[in-house]
């Protein structure tokens, strides 16, 4: 999964249309679920994201300072 951060801003790289993006802490607490190719981070911190793409589900680790 490849993405683009600029503090806690996001854009994911993401050639396909894709059904929804979640972003959890490295707890499993869901912080933000979207089906947008850019969002905002609430908080600094290490999240991962997952995106579910046409039955398939691609991640990554973020961290946010």
């Known amino acids: 999964l490849k ?3 600029s503090g806690k801003e ?4 993401y050639p396909m249309s894709f059904e929804q993006v979640l972003v959890s802490d490295v707890q ?3 912080i ?6 850019s969002f ?3 908080s600094e ?5 997952v995106v579910e793409s046409k039955g398939k589900i ?3 680790k ?3 300072l």
């Open 45 to 49: 911190g290490c999240f991962v994201i």
């Open 3 to 5: 993405y683009v951060q």
């Open 28 to 30: 499993g607490k869901e």
């Open 40 to 42: 905002t981070l609430p």
């Open 62 to 64: 973020i961290i946010s």
């Open 32 to 37: 933000l679920k979207t089906n947008q190719k």
């Open 10 to 13: 996001i854009e994911i790289q």
């Open 58 to 60: 691609y991640s990554a």
